[in-house]
């Protein structure tokens, strides 16, 4: 299943920076980086950046980036600018401010004052940063990005400046990854300088993987590797072969919800790409719809849909097979639906982006529902579902995505329970979500 799945899959979530490119330090000889002077030099550098960056000091650190990238950081703490521009932020806690006397009261006058002329400067000093190429979601040596420590301090202007780089990130790589260059043979070298071009700005991009140790490269999440891979199938979840979490009872709730919304009643048609622990196919199935169609690639899924009956249930049509294969067919025999579920495992961002830019619009029936309102679709949004700042950098995204598409999306905040405190992750390879409330989206055609 794709679950929070998508981005990655396997619940690693890719994101986009600028590339460390600094040509000056580059262009040094071995030799001459070996040399502990010029090591001394450049921490000194380093630190001048850090403090400017803290104290906020515009100026100074406008001019100390003449010469010096945006993203150093701090050998010990692992800080960036930006990282030190937020947490400079950081509110004074005074015990003696319970009392409500009037010196007090002044005192708590005060503090807000000065905290929201802290504030404003950190907005210009992160401004400053973002321009000259700072990277919004560079790692501390805790595991934090700059966001995280503007979350964590309920920083909230500040948090949203994280948030909007890493949008601008994220769109300036898609659009990097569609760049395709026209022409025709007599514009052979117009089009090599446009390649040239695109080559420059890719050399400028990479993807940042926020998780650490093993999830990083990790092929077991991939595709071909997944669907290749022997599952496990207990209680209350499916593991792969790598102990990843493929589906997990603790998504029930959110599932019912989401199947209340495009599925609010018996009689109608409803698709669902990806069966898994077929936990929301149970639940489409105790709505008597009039048809339902489930996609599934996976060969021990298969099987088990098999044990369990799945083939022989009333309605229900069994498509074996990746969606890809599966949906054209389904849209050359006319096949309409007034509600599609999507959820698979083991995918990027784009495979979900890919199924309702190209395919959910042939698919969905504008005029199906109860009352003929439209069609509804929803999916398991769990992208980025490791930090918070990554996750409303992906609902951001999903969502722009979903209106160039044509859906309008409505959203509907449902409060996950601790599951670390729940026990949950036990045996599971890593958590996929480790954040207190998830996003539930229900789509439709806009107009």
């Known amino acids: 299943m794709l679950h929070a799945k998508l981005v990655h899959d396997s619940r690693v979530s890719n994101f986009v920076r600028p590339r460390r490119n600094d040509t000056r330090m580059h262009r040094k000889t071995n030799s001459t980086m070996d040399d502990p002077a010029f090591e001394v030099e450049t921490d000194l550098q380093t630190q001048s950046i850090l403090l400017a960056a803290a104290n906020h000091d515009v100026q100074s650190l406008r001019n100390l980036l003449r010469n010096s990238p945006a993203n150093v950081q701090d050998s010990e703490t692992g800080f960036t600018p930006l990282h030190a521009a937020i947490a400079a932020c950081e509110p004074e806690h005074d015990g003696d401010t319970a009392h409500s006397n009037g010196a007090t009261n002044g005192k708590i006058d005060g503090a807000t004052q000065q905290q929201e002329q802290s504030t ?175 996609i599934e690639a996976h060969p021990d899924v298969l099987k088990r849909m098999k044990e369990q009956g799945w083939y022989e249930k009333p309605g229900v049509v069994v498509h074996e097979g990746r969606w890809q294969d599966v949906v054209p067919a389904l849209i050359e025999k006319g096949e309409m639906f007034d509600a599609i579920y999507f959820d698979t495992f083991a995918e990027e961002y784009k495979a979900l982006r890919e199924f309702f830019t190209e395919f959910v619009i042939g698919l969905l029936d504008p005029a199906g529902g109860l009352n003929s309102e439209g ?44 599951l670390e405190e729940q026990g949950e992750w036990e045996g599971v390879r890593r958590k996929y979500w480790a954040l207190k409330n998830y996003k539930l989206p229900t789509c439709s055609f806009i107009g």
């Open 375 to 418: 069609g509804k679709f929803g999916f398991f949004c769990g992208m980025g579902a490791d930090r918070q700042v990554a996750y409303d950098v992906y609902n951001k995204i999903v969502e722009m995505d979903l209106f160039e598409a044509g859906f309008d999306t409505e959203w509907e905040t449902i409060p996950v329970p601790d």
């Open 120 to 294: 404003e400067a950190a907005v210009k000093t992160m401004k400053l940063l973002f321009e000259n190429g700072a990277i919004w979601n560079d790692l501390d040596t805790n595991g934090e990005t700059p966001g995280c420590i503007a979350h964590r301090l309920g920083l909230k202007e500040l948090y949203e400046l994280c948030v909007d780089a890493g949008v601008r990130a994220e769109l300036l790589l898609s659009r990097l990854d569609e760049y395709q260059p026209l022409g025709d043979a007599a514009s052979d070298e117009e089009d090599e300088g446009q390649d040239e071009d695109a080559e420059e700005l890719q050399e400028n991009i990479e993807v940042l993987d926020l998780t650490e140790g093993d999830a990083q490269g990790d092929e077991s999440t991939e595709n071909p590797n997944y669907l290749a891979s022997n599952l496990t199938f207990e209680r209350d979840r499916i593991l792969d072969g790598s102990a990843n979490g493929v589906m997990m009872e603790w998504e029930t709730t959110l599932m019912r919800r989401s199947a209340e919304l495009i599925l609010p009643g018996p009689g109608l048609r409803v698709l669902n790409v990806g069966h898994g622990m077929g936990i929301i196919d149970g639940i489409f199935q105790g709505k008597q719809p009039a048809s339902h169609h489930v």
